[in-house]
């Protein structure tokens, strides 16, 4: 990010991968380049997710499958969390297992109640490659381990079982933007 102005203003708004797109459920590669390109792409993620009105966005659901995601998202107590994390890591994920409601950009309009820990800590690197660790309880730790799945490959609705998926994917054969493979 440009120092001094806030995230995504710089960025241009790029079209959402959606379920169905292979890139969704490929494991991203680390970045290894931390220069312009990676600061313009942490830019357009913003911009993209702000359109969007999400709380976070992984690179892969705007086709780049690099292990990149941004978020802006409150935790339980409506606090905001801002930031981005290049090449991230989950160290911790634990505490109360809540079932909750959870949506994705890449699923628009739909949501299904999907298990998630109440906490979650995230290693990695800012766009500069300053190492970073970020800390998330309630609705954010349910942001960072939806985040860093996409990373891995895995989407909101992967986690879901039974009912619950069969639910979700006749939703998403119903769904507008859905095109069947």
């Avoid at 959402?16 to 357009?44: Q, S």
């Avoid at 935790?75 to 109360?96: F, K, Y």
């Avoid at 690197?125 to 309630?138: D, K, L, N, S």
Wanted: hydrophobic share 35%.
């Amino acid at each position: 990010m440009r120092h001094g102005s806030l995230p995504g203003v710089h960025g241009r708004v790029r079209p959402l991968t959606l379920l169905g797109d292979p890139v969704l459920h490929t494991p991203c590669g680390e970045v290894t380049d931390f220069g312009p390109e990676l600061a313009d792409l942490v830019e357009d993620l913003f911009a993209t997710m702000y359109a969007a009105q999400g709380v976070g966005l992984a690179a892969n659901q705007i086709g780049v499958p690099l292990r990149v995601f941004v978020f802006d998202c409150p935790d339980d107590e409506e606090v905001r969390h801002l930031g981005h994390v290049v090449n991230p890591r989950p160290v911790v994920t634990d505490g109360v297992v809540v079932r909750g409601p959870e949506g994705c950009l890449s699923l628009p309009g739909l949501e299904a109640g999907t298990e998630r820990y109440d906490h979650a800590v995230v290693e990695g690197f800012t766009v500069t490659g300053e190492p970073v660790t970020v800390h998330g309880t309630g609705f954010f730790a349910r942001c960072l381990q939806h985040e860093s799945d996409h990373l891995e490959g895995t989407v909101y609705a992967d986690r879901l079982a039974g009912r619950r998926h069969r639910k979700l994917m006749r939703q998403v054969k119903r769904a507008s933007w859905h095109r069947p493979a």
